[in-house]
């Protein structure tokens, strides 16, 4: 790990330290949302890379960071709605699924709400644990992550574990938290 990089490869670090409960384990993580949500630059964020130039995902990205015997594989898929019928190629075998929501984009809110609501009825996915990333809590017109919990009527999902993560993609901030929530949660679907 090269020195003057901000906390993320060091907290990236430290999550796979936590998920060795095996060698070798792989970890499959999808990464989903509508377009422009912050998927991608969430990605770049965890892998510490540049995320000045970013443009719209037309298939997907996929990073696998290799450390200290984990392989922990983030597919992150267009989220353009000609590109979502897609996405149901992806859901095998996911460890975690996380869920990227422009919360300032409040005009989409149903829609990102009727995709995951899909998304969680999707037999591949069933009890795979989502964490939900209310990204963009960097601007001023983002809506709390409280109030998009509500709106996507959360508390009623029953057949898995969730949490929802305010965070910004763009400054790195609530990132760390919601993926040691990944961490922690990551074994219960394998259980």
């Given at each position: 790990?090269t020195?003057?990089i901000?906390w993320?490869?060091?907290?990236?670090l430290?999550?796979?330290?936590?998920?060795?409960?095996a060698?070798?384990?792989?970890?499959r993580?999808?990464?989903?949302?509508?377009?422009?949500?912050g998927?991608t630059t969430l990605?770049?964020?965890?892998?510490?890379e540049d995320?000045s130039?970013i443009?719209?995902?037309?298939?997907f990205n996929?990073k696998?960071?290799?450390?200290?015997g984990?392989?922990l594989?983030?597919w992150?898929?267009?989220?353009?709605?000609?590109?979502?019928?897609y996405?149901?190629n992806?859901?095998e075998?996911?460890?975690v699924?996380?869920?990227?929501?422009?919360?300032?984009?409040r005009?989409?809110?149903?829609?990102t709400g009727?995709e995951?609501?899909?998304?969680?009825?999707?037999?591949k996915l069933s009890?795979?644990?989502v964490?939900i990333f209310?990204?963009?809590?960097?601007l001023l017109t983002?809506a709390?992550a409280?109030?998009?919990?509500e709106?996507?009527?959360?508390?009623t999902?029953r057949?898995?574990?969730w949490?929802?993560q305010?965070?910004s993609?763009?400054?790195?901030e609530?990132?760390?938290?919601?993926?040691?929530?990944?961490?922690?949660?990551?074994?219960a679907?394998k259980?």
């Amino acid at each position: 790990i090269t020195s003057g990089i901000s906390w993320l490869p060091q907290g990236l670090l430290s999550i796979l330290r936590k998920l060795k409960s095996a060698p070798d384990q792989e970890v499959r993580i999808l990464l989903l949302g509508l377009d422009n949500a912050g998927k991608t630059t969430l990605l770049k964020q965890l892998a510490s890379e540049d995320i000045s130039h970013i443009t719209p995902t037309q298939g997907f990205n996929i990073k696998s960071v290799q450390s200290q015997g984990f392989k922990l594989n983030v597919w992150d898929i267009g989220g353009q709605r000609k590109i979502r019928p897609y996405w149901r190629n992806y859901f095998e075998n996911t460890d975690v699924l996380i869920y990227v929501i422009d919360s300032a984009d409040r005009k989409r809110f149903e829609e990102t709400g009727q995709e995951l609501a899909e998304l969680l009825d999707e037999e591949k996915l069933s009890g795979v644990p989502v964490l939900i990333f209310a990204n963009k809590q960097d601007l001023l017109t983002a809506a709390p992550a409280s109030e998009i919990a509500e709106g996507l009527n959360l508390h009623t999902i029953r057949d898995r574990i969730w949490q929802i993560q305010s965070c910004s993609a763009l400054t790195g901030e609530g990132v760390q938290d919601g993926m040691n929530w990944v961490c922690k949660n990551v074994n219960a679907k394998k259980k």
